[in-house]
């Protein structure tokens, strides 16, 4: 058992946790959420006289999300905007969105959280069909988003 920090036994599971997207209540069951990252790119700058080289902030690159669940209805309300971007095939604008994706503790209270703004979907994917494994089908689903911050 961890230690006890105010909200929780520590450390933290990975396996508990929740997602939120704006105007898609009730259709955010996942099994799988990766990419919140960032990472800073630099620039190399060589100062004249020495083999030194300093490295300058360039830029913030933040990966894009990727979320896995079983393979659900066309009515989805997440399935929909995703779809509803390719069928319009860039005649409008794409609608953003926010995703929350909270780590919970044992209680299910949330415990640290993070929020993508001006999310949209990049990328609708099928796991690979396998006759001879008994799994379910997964659908997978890359968002690419502006901004990544921690609230919690």
Known sequence: MGATQGDGDWPLPAFYFSVSIS??????AF????????????????????????HLPKSIKNSNLTLKRAVTEKTSKLLTWCLGILDDQFSKPIPTKSVSINLLNENGVTCKSWTASNAYPVKLKMEPFNS?????????????FNHLKRNL
């Open 23 to 28: 105007g898609c209540a009730g259709d955010t």
């Open 31 to 54: 099994q799988e959420v990766s990419g919140l990252e960032f990472s800073i790119e630099t620039e190399d700058y060589f100062e004249g006289g020495n083999n030194l080289a300093y």
């Open 132 to 144: 001879t494994k008994n799994d379910i089908a997964i659908e997978e689903i890359e968002i690419c």
